[in-house]
């Protein structure tokens, strides 16, 4: 990785420049600046903030390309989707695709309708998540869920219509090896299924209040949130032409960096502010939901997300600087605050 170096500078600007580059690093690498020399001496270069507003703001545009218009008969269906799509997520998933295909040498453009697509099912699946028979929450996104905004039935329809969305616009990627497509669209049909995220789902709702066995807690972490973020990272893989060692560590990449996901969004759920994650906190342990933090406790979570992110990075060691992206994503995942 390339360093800069900064050296006789005045004590003021000195301290500027490590207060803003210490929580960069932080930010980058998940832990803190040991010393002033390595701030002044050892910095890296990659502008994580700066790569994820680009990556998003071509997401958001392609997927306002893409999407049925809001105005659009049947108006509120239309407009429930849009108001849950273009609520201000993350865009992790997308970003992982997008920065997937980028690490084995492919454009972007031959991974970004599948990375739109990816967004429409995860955005189906926060709208059921949310809804009263599963967990019963009223903010999401900074806004009050769909059902609270349009009601039950809307928010289910709003859902299934996003998730049927999405394979049109994988279907309808252009320029790329058909097989390639098609394997792409398989590995996302699977990762959403019942042998995936629905899956998970449904062991979680159905461990809820229950003392089971800590198989039981990776199964349900595993499946409702680690197996769409896999996909995408699969899919990007797949469609930028990744060889089969490319493929393999980025399989690892992204089982580690999937379960280290929902551990960090356990943890934000206990120690989190709702005005940054634009989602209620505390619900888990009300719930008697299977946790992390329930099973192993906070601190202990904290490692083993740690551990998972430092898995993560060590996997994509024969994959060189065109996989700083996925570097840094995985180390914001769990320095994230929302
Ligand atoms: C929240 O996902 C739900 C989980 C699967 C843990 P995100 O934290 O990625 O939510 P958005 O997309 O940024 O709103
Ligand atoms: C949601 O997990 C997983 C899916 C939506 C598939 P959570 O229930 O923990 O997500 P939040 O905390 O409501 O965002
Ligand atoms: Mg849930
Ligand atoms: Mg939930
Ligand atoms: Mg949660």
């Known amino acids: 990785m390339a360093h800069v170096k900064i050296r006789f500078m005045p004590a003021m600007r000195a301290y500027k420049l490590y ?9 980058a690498t998940g832990r803190p600046l040991k010393s002033f020399r390595g701030a002044c001496f050892s910095m890296p270069q990659f502008n994580l903030e700066k790569y994820l507003a680009d990556r998003n703001s071509v997401i958001n545009q392609r997927l306002g390309e893409l999407l049925v218009k809001k105005d659009e008969f049947p108006k509120s269906l239309h407009r429930a989707m849009h108001y849950s799509l273009f609520a201000g997520g993350k865009r992790l998933r997308p970003v992982l695709a997008l920065a997937a295909c980028e690490a084995v040498g492919g454009p972007i453009e031959a991974v970004l309708n599948t990375a739109c697509a990816i967004e429409c099912i995860h955005t189906y699946s926060l709208i059921h998540d949310d809804l009263p028979a599963l967990d019963n929450d009223d903010l999401r996104r900074g806004r009050p869920t769909c059902h609270k905004a349009f009601g039950e039935a809307t928010a289910i329809l709003a859902g299934d219509a996003l998730l049927t969305a999405a394979f049109e616009l994988m279907a309808k990627t252009d320029g790329v090896d ?10 996302v049909a699977r990762a959403a299924g019942s042998t995936g995220m629905i ?12 003392d089971v066995p800590f198989p039981v807690l990776e199964y349900i972490h595993i499946h409702k949130t680690g197996d769409l973020i896999l996909a995408s990272i699969k899919a990007g893989a797949i469609l930028g032409g990744a060889s089969s060692v490319q493929l393999e560590s980025l399989v690892k990449y992204g089982r580690a960096v999937g379960l280290a996901f929902q551990i960090a969004d356990d943890i934000l759920d206990v120690e989190g502010s709702p005005a940054e994650l634009g989602k ?14 329930a099973f192993v406790g906070v601190n202990e979570s904290k490692k083993r997300a740690n551990e998972l992110v430092d898995m993560a990075v060590d996997a994509l060691s024969g994959l060189g600087d065109k996989a700083e992206p996925l570097r840094a994503v995985a180390r914001y995942i769990t320095a994230r605050r929302k």
């Open 19 to 27: 207060r803003e580059k210490a929580q960069y690093f932080f930010v």
């Open 178 to 187: 058909r097989g390639a497509v098609l394997m792409a669209i398989v590995e």
């Open 199 to 210: 899956g998970g789902q449904a062991v979680d709702i159905e461990s809820e209040g229950k």
């Open 280 to 293: 209620a906190v505390g619900g888990d342990e009300k719930k008697g939901k299977a946790t992390y933090p």
